[in-house]
Nanobody, 117 residues
Framework: QVQLVESGGGWVQPGGSLTLSCAAS????????MNWYRQAPGKERELVAT????????KYGDSVKGRFTISRDNANSTVYLQMNSLKPEDTAVYYC??????????WGQGTQVTVSS
């Protein structure tokens, strides 16, 4: 059974930091690209960051470049999102996604991140 379990969300003041984790199971984690998406109320889901299966290549959405860092630990089937210099507009539900092709696309339940003073 495929599972993606996000953790690490919460409330933080503007300028603060959070690290999200996503623990994966039920599939060969090291074969999959991993993504973090987010969705704010009333907005479409947005791709935040992507990391290749081996971890050698990363991409970021324009709104988070220079502030967020995606990384992965294939030995422990976990992907991370380090978020620094957080802004109120980063407030959203953050989702972990595993993508191994059109038929192999898995999602976590999401974790809420709230940035406010």
């Amino acid at each position: 059974q495929v599972q993606l379990v996000e953790s690490g969300g919460g409330w933080v003041q503007p300028g603060g930091s959070l690290t999200l984790s996503c623990a994966a199971s039920g599939f060969t984690f090291s074969n999959y690209f991993m993504n973090w998406y987010r969705q704010a109320p009333g907005k479409e889901r947005e791709l935040v960051a992507t990391i290749s299966s081996g971890g050698h290549s990363t991409k970021y959405g324009d709104s988070v470049k220079g502030r967020f860092t995606i990384s992965r630990d294939n030995a422990n089937s976990t992907v991370y999102l380090q978020m620094n210099s957080l802004k109120p507009e980063d407030t959203a539900v953050y989702y972990c996604n595993a993508n191994g092709g059109p038929l192999y696309d898995y999602w976590g339940q999401g974790t809420q991140v709230t940035v406010s003073s």
